[in-house]
Every structure is written in structure tokens, then in C-alpha cells.
């Protein structure tokens, strides 16, 4: 399940990565896709916290999860900013 859940969290931030900086002034895709970060960040953690460690990969799940966070609030500000029309 650990190891399952870091590749599954980490494909979707890099798609989640590069769709965002392509789609900046798109809000409503940019409010989507912070929700569902809430979503992976939700599950990111609690697979993290729940679960054996298995070699490696521990640290990188725990350095995806926190910068999923950051990548959170990014996508929050952009979908929810005010644009001057």
C-alpha cells in the first residue's frame, strides 16, 4: 500500500505540476485541482502515517507530500484570485 500510494501521489504531481503552470488563468481548473491536492494530501499523509515505511522512498513520500502543500496553495491563490476585467 505505501509503495502503491508514492507512485500514484507522485504521477499525479507531476501531471498536477505541469497542467497548473500551463493553465494559470484558468480558475476553474485551478480551483479543481486544489481540491482534489486536499484530496491526495489527505490520503498522502495518512498513508505515510499509517503504514511501514518501506526503504527509501520514505523521505521522498514525506518531501512529495509537503511540496503538494505548497503546490496546494498556489493553485488555491490562482483559482481564487480576483482578476481585474
Do not use: C, E, H, P
Not at 499525479?12 to 485541482?33: A, E, G, Y
Not at 489527505?42 to 526503504?55: E, Q
Not at 509537503?66 to 481585474?84: C, E, P, S, T
Amino acid at each position: 500500500m505505501f509503495t502503491f500510494s508514492f507512485w500514484v501521489l507522485a504521477i499525479w504531481f507531476v501531471i498536477n505540476v505541469i497542467w497548473m503552470w500551463f493553465k494559470l488563468s484558468d480558475q476553474k481548473l485551478q480551483k479543481t485541482f486544489a481540491w482534489i491536492n486536499v484530496v491526495a494530501l489527505i490520503w498522502g499523509f495518512w498513508a505515510y502515517n499509517s503504514s511501514v515505511r518501506v526503504g527509501g522512498i520514505a523521505t521522498w513520500f514525506n518531501v512529495i507530500n509537503y511540496v503538494n502543500i505548497i503546490v496546494a496553495l498556489l493553485q488555491f491563490y490562482f483559482g481564487y484570485r480576483k482578476l481585474d476585467k
